[in-house]
């Protein structure tokens, strides 16, 4: 990764103020990310001014700024739609200027969008959530403090590239989902045999209301399975939707897989809807195609969506840096888990 220094027109030591983004913010966003990671930020929109600017108008990206007195941008955060519910938002594309580092800025970023965004600014928005990675603790304490709740471990989400060499951490790294809900959503959780002492467990610190069942019901006979693919080329990872499923969902994944295979994904991870009767059958299908647990996604599809992930190698399992001692007990059952399923597929 090419990791340029600080623009010169940018004057250390200014004060500056933690504000929501106005258009004019655009360009000096585009010469933040080029300054911290030069070309090779996954998320391109940040590259392009009036790319930043249409999606902040489409409401589908939010940015939070530090912007010093004299109008240069010192760092940023943003909420973001990704995921089917249009209600929920994801916390991320967080950086700091080299020259503007420790004083407070990210914390103060991070707290602006968890408090003033999305308590004042953002009224449709159900629930925030976010990937501290476990590369390092920072992030985790201070998503920790903002309330969000660790739901899952995702097994080598990133390469060391697409969270800064910077850092000195070789390897790809796993990330911690979190949720942080600000509007209660109650409905019936439908739960895998699989899984009934897991999603207890992650189930039991989140503040909200479920009607937990237990998924008895085959894999519908009327209903083709129809998995919504992306690829992220920048981090070789592959997420599925899973929002329907038949009797041909072996088949449709082994299809899925093998069109992946020339890709060379680390990573494909499946989100299956808890919502439906028949997910614990999808469960066992996937598991004895070697997928592991990864957690719970609150309101992913509004209903709750449920993680499950495939590794092509042996996550790094004992470099992982964890704050709680609850994410380390998600850890040790996502490890176990993965065991398991490998065993089964041996």
Known sequence: MSVQQDPVEVEPGQSYEIDLFKPEDAPGITRLFRSVYGEEYPAKHVYDPASIRRLFESGDNYPVVARTVGGDIVGHTALFRNAPNR????????????????????????????????????????????EPVCSHLHMQKTTSRLGLVEMGLEADLLPSEAYGRERGTPGRTCALPGFRIYRSNPHPVYVPKAYRVHLAFLYSALD?????????????????????????????????????????????????EA??????????????????????????VLRERGYFLGGVLPGWFEDDGLLLQKTAGSPAWDSIRLYTDRARAIRDMVRADWVETGRSTS
Request: hydrophobic letters at 40%.
């Open 208 to 256: 909200d209301c479920r009607r937990f069942l237990l998924s008895t019901e085959p894999l519908p006979r009327s209903c083709r399975t129809e998995p919504r693919t992306e690829f992220l080329e920048s981090t070789r990872v592959a997420r599925v939707d899973l929002a329907a499923a038949g009797e041909d969902l072996d088949e449709s994944m082994a299809a899925l």
């Open 87 to 130: 209600c929920l938002y994801e916390s991320g594309a967080g950086l700091v200027l080299p020259s503007y580092r420790n004083r407070g800025i990210n914390s103060a970023l991070m707290r602006y969008a968890f408090e003033d965004a999305a308590l004042r600014d953002r009224a449709d928005m159900e629930a925030l959530w976010g």
């Open 259 to 284: 069109k992946l295979s020339p890709k060379e994904p680390a990573v494909i991870q499946v989100r299956l809807s808890l919502g439906l009767p028949w997910v614990g059958r999808g469960v066992d």
